[in-house]
Structure formats: structure tokens, C-alpha cells
């Protein structure tokens, strides 16, 4: 058995670049296993740095880039694979949440070779209204015929999960909850070596009592946050996307790489998401990672990452001011050993993954 690994477009600092080393190093960890990278066909995709910016503060995948890749990719496989690949073969693609070409593809395969197993990591979906993919027409209706075509879909969370599966249509043709048996929950792959070495500092000794690394936009709930930066003179806010003016007590740092980034996170002794929607909070991941207290929402996937931390969530947005109090307080004991142990149980999210396509 063969898995055909298709990796999403590796934007530089953002996670699909750690994606693309990442699953391959852990296809190796499995002698038996033989896989193939499906690449484009065109090496200067490769030259072009896959990013409008510089640092983690440039949030999103340039959509003619990533078209650019999925065609090199789907004729790369044409041309050179079509006729290596054989009954019981996986086909597994990286992230299928951005809207392209990989529903019909896979659709193509499954017409051609019904044996062959489809998998895919959605990572995000057609739910986070304001948020940039998910405007795109049919979005929702791509997510179903993922379903309905492949034969299992990676999730990061559990609240992700249902809330996928609670947009399937009622249909005579597969009932729900055979459809929702397709969907996996593996969290999401991080690895502690994607910190660069980078550690907590003692909290005494960090810069900044609040840092707030989200975009300034209306689903991260921006306006929110210029509103607290202004209630509360005495706390030191940091923000990594620029707000236009700042007061004296917010600083905006656009932080050059993960490292940069990371090295910002470590000197802020709290991390404040203010989202209206996620289906797996990497920035409370991140966090944890550098011993910074995370602070979230009470709903969407938090509660499953940060677990009893509920003095750190805020179910209304005028319980916001608490949660930051309560999250700076904690800053006065030690890190909490929980939240590595978190971090760790992410390194599994590949071999979970992995395991579910070699039928173990």
C-alpha cells in the first residue's frame, strides 16, 4: 500500500510550512510504509515565497497561488502517477479547506478506482462567516461532497466535528450517522520543535501583560479588542496586526518569522483571542507552549484545549475584563505543568491520522 501525500501550499510562517516537513518525517518513523509526495510540475512554484508579507501577522494563502499549486499537483499526478497508483492505495490531501479543485478530483479517482481510499484534514470550514474562505459560494456544499466522496475527513476538535456533521443535509441516499462515522477528531499537529527553543520567560520578566496576535478584522472581533485597550490604561497590550493608532499602552510589533513571533508570545504573560468562531484555537496552543495563560471564549473548541482553565474563559463579552484579571493573577504562581502535556498529546495528531489510513 502507497499513500499518495498531496501537501497543501507550504505559505511561509504559517502552519501549512511545518505541515510539509512534518508529515513526511512522520511517514519515515513507519518502516513498512511507502509513500510519494505529489508535487507540482512546475519548480518555479517553488521560488515564489507563497506570502504577502513577512511575518505570522500575514494571515492568508494567496488564492491564485494555491490554484497555481493544486493544478501543478493534479497534472504532475496525471502525467506521472496516474498509472503506479492500485486498489487499496490512499490518497490523502493536506488540508482540504481551501475551495478548489480537490473535490472533483478526488471524485475523478473514485469513478476510476472505487478501491482506492480518499482521506482528507479540514482544518477550518464553511461556518466562520466573516472569515475569508468561507464567503466563497458553495462552500458548504464542497464540505458535503467530501463526505459523501471520501472515506474519512480529519478534524481538529470535537465541537468541529459536530458542527460539521451537523450541516449534512437529510438525504435517502447515506444516512447521517454514517456519515459522520467518516469524520476523525486528531487535533491538530504541532510539535515542540517548532518553538525554535524558544522558553518562557519568568513572569516576572516579561514585557507585556496581554498580547493579542489575532488580524484586525470583524471575526476576531478587533473593535472589542481597541475597546479593552482603552478601558484598562494600567495593562500592557501588545498586537501583532496593526490597529492604525495606538495608545500609549499598546504596542504593535510585527514580529519577523515563527521564532519572531514566538519570542513575543514567551515575553507577554497572557494571550487573549476574542474569535467568534474556532474550530481548533492554535494561538491558546501556542501559548501554553511558552507557559503564557490563554484566555478564550467558553464555547467552539476551547473548552477542549484548555480544558478546567475556566477561570480563563469568558462566556460574554462583558465577563472579558474578569478573565484577563484572573489569567494575570495566575501568572503569579508557576507554569502549569498541564499545559505541556497538552502540547504533547498534539505531536500524536500525524500518527493518529496515519493509523486511521492504514486501518489500525
Same mark, same amino acid.
Given at each position: =500500500?502507497? !499513500?499518495?501525500?498531496?501537501?497543501?501550499?507550504?505559505?511561509?510562517?504559517?502552519?501549512?510550512?511545518?505541515? @510539509?516537513?512534518?508529515?513526511?518525517?512522520?511517514?519515515?518513523?513507519?518502516?513498512?510504509?511507502?509513500?510519494?509526495?505529489?508535487?507540482?510540475?512546475?519548480?518555479?512554484?517553488?521560488?515564489?515565497?507563497?506570502?504577502?508579507?513577512?511575518?505570522?501577522?500575514? =494571515?492568508?494563502?494567496?488564492?491564485?497561488?494555491?490554484?497555481?499549486?493544486?493544478?501543478?499537483? !493534479?497534472?504532475?499526478?496525471?502525467?506521472?502517477?496516474?498509472?503506479?497508483?492500485?486498489?487499496?492505495?490512499?490518497?490523502?490531501?493536506?488540508?482540504?479547506? @481551501?475551495?478548489?479543485?480537490?473535490?472533483?478530483?478526488?471524485?475523478?479517482?473514485?469513478?476510476?478506482?472505487?478501491?482506492?481510499?480518499?482521506?482528507?484534514?479540514?482544518?477550518?470550514?464553511?461556518?466562520?462567516?466573516?472569515?475569508?474562505?468561507?464567503?466563497?459560494?458553495?462552500?458548504?456544499?464542497?464540505?458535503?461532497?467530501?463526505?459523501?466522496?471520501?472515506?474519512?475527513?480529519?478534524?481538529?476538535?470535537?465541537?468541529?466535528?459536530?458542527?460539521?456533521?451537523?450541516?449534512?443535509?437529510?438525504?435517502?441516499?447515506?444516512?447521517?450517522?454514517?456519515?459522520?462515522?467518516?469524520?476523525?477528531?486528531?487535533?491538530?499537529?504541532?510539535?515542540?520543535?517548532?518553538?525554535?527553543?524558544?522558553?518562557?520567560?519568568?513572569?516576572?520578566?516579561?514585557?507585556?501583560?496581554?498580547?493579542?496576535?489575532?488580524?484586525?478584522?470583524?471575526?476576531?472581533?478587533?473593535?472589542?479588542?481597541?475597546?479593552?485597550?482603552?478601558?484598562?490604561?494600567?495593562?500592557?497590550?501588545?498586537?501583532?496586526?496593526?490597529?492604525?493608532?495606538?495608545?500609549?499602552?499598546?504596542?504593535?510589533?510585527?514580529?519577523?518569522?515563527?521564532?519572531?513571533?514566538?519570542?513575543?508570545?514567551?515575553?507577554?504573560?497572557?494571550?487573549?483571542?476574542?474569535?467568534?468562531?474556532?474550530?481548533?484555537?492554535?494561538?491558546?496552543?501556542?501559548?501554553?507552549?511558552?507557559?503564557?495563560?490563554?484566555?478564550?471564549?467558553?464555547?467552539?473548541?476551547?473548552?477542549?484545549?484548555?480544558?478546567?482553565?475556566?477561570?480563563?474563559?469568558?462566556?460574554?463579552?462583558?465577563?472579558?475584563?474578569?478573565?484577563?484579571?484572573?489569567?494575570?493573577?495566575?501568572? =503569579?504562581?508557576? !507554569?502549569?505543568?498541564?499545559?505541556?502535556?497538552?502540547?504533547?498529546?498534539?505531536?500524536?495528531?500525524?500518527?493518529?491520522?496515519?493509523?486511521? =489510513?492504514?486501518?489500525?
Amino acid at each position: =500500500m502507497v !499513500i499518495w501525500h498531496f501537501p497543501v501550499l507550504p505559505v511561509k510562517n504559517r502552519y501549512p510550512e511545518e505541515w @510539509f516537513h512534518q508529515f513526511p518525517e512522520e511517514y519515515e518513523k513507519h518502516k513498512s510504509l511507502e509513500y510519494v509526495s505529489v508535487l507540482p510540475d512546475d519548480d518555479h512554484l517553488f521560488s515564489v515565497p507563497f506570502e504577502k508579507g513577512h511575518g505570522p501577522a500575514d =494571515m492568508f494563502t494567496d488564492f491564485n497561488a494555491s490554484i497555481r499549486w493544486e493544478l501543478g499537483q !493534479i497534472r504532475n499526478f496525471m502525467n506521472q502517477y496516474r498509472d503506479k497508483i492500485r486498489p487499496k492505495d490512499v490518497v490523502f490531501f493536506c488540508d482540504i479547506d @481551501f475551495p478548489g479543485f480537490v473535490a472533483p478530483f478526488a471524485h475523478l479517482i473514485k469513478t476510476q478506482l472505487p478501491d482506492v481510499k480518499i482521506y482528507g484534514y479540514l482544518h477550518a470550514g464553511s461556518y466562520c462567516k466573516d472569515d475569508l474562505f468561507c464567503n466563497t459560494p458553495g462552500k458548504l456544499q464542497t464540505e458535503i461532497a467530501y463526505l459523501a466522496t471520501f472515506d474519512g475527513v480529519f478534524v481538529g476538535s470535537e465541537y468541529h466535528k459536530n458542527k460539521f456533521c451537523g450541516l449534512i443535509p437529510r438525504s435517502p441516499g447515506e444516512s447521517q450517522t454514517l456519515l459522520a462515522d467518516k469524520v476523525h477528531v486528531v487535533g491538530a499537529p504541532f510539535y515542540k520543535s517548532q518553538l525554535r527553543g524558544v522558553e518562557g520567560k519568568r513572569y516576572d520578566n516579561r514585557k507585556f501583560d496581554v498580547i493579542y496576535p489575532s488580524r484586525i478584522d470583524l471575526q476576531k472581533k478587533a473593535d472589542t479588542f481597541l475597546g479593552l485597550v482603552n478601558r484598562f490604561p494600567d495593562i500592557k497590550f501588545v498586537c501583532t496586526h496593526n490597529p492604525g493608532i495606538c495608545p500609549p499602552n499598546l504596542e504593535y510589533q510585527h514580529p519577523e518569522g515563527r521564532e519572531g513571533y514566538y519570542k513575543l508570545l514567551a515575553d507577554s504573560r497572557t494571550c487573549l483571542s476574542l474569535a467568534k468562531e474556532e474550530t481548533f484555537g492554535y494561538i491558546a496552543l501556542e501559548a501554553m507552549a511558552v507557559g503564557t495563560v490563554p484566555i478564550g471564549p467558553a464555547n467552539y473548541s476551547y473548552p477542549e484545549i484548555l480544558k478546567d482553565m475556566w477561570a480563563t474563559m469568558y462566556t460574554r463579552d462583558e465577563g472579558i475584563p474578569l478573565a484577563i484579571r484572573q489569567a494575570m493573577e495566575m501568572t =503569579m504562581v508557576t !507554569i502549569n505543568p498541564f499545559w505541556y502535556s497538552r502540547v504533547d498529546e498534539m505531536e500524536q495528531s500525524i500518527p493518529k491520522m496515519i493509523r486511521v =489510513m492504514l486501518g489500525e
